[in-house]
């Protein structure tokens, strides 16, 4: 439920990894990305998420699933 924190704490991981064979930057994103889907701020979210597919590109999992959730955070958009 401290989802603010959560956020903080995942942005730093992105800014302060090193450069590992893990994609631990890119995780961190994701799970801010999801911090703020669950505060109710999908258009943060949507900016995490797009910030992955222009660093991993389309050719890698993680772009193609971070284009994925912005895709269905858009049609969620068009709902409302």
């Given amino acids: 439920g401290m989802y603010s924190n959560a956020i903080l704490e995942y942005l730093k991981v992105r800014y302060d990894n090193r450069?590992?064979?893990?994609?631990?930057?890119?995780?961190?994103?994701?799970?801010?990305?999801?911090?703020?889907?669950k505060t109710g701020n999908n258009e943060k979210a949507m900016n995490l998420y797009q910030q992955i597919v222009q660093r991993e590109g389309m050719g890698n999992t993680f772009g193609r699933k971070a284009k994925e959730e912005v895709d269905r955070l858009r049609s969620l958009d068009k709902t409302n």
């Fill in 19 to 37: 450069p590992t064979k893990m994609p631990w930057a890119t995780t961190a994103l994701y799970n801010a990305a999801k911090c703020y889907e």
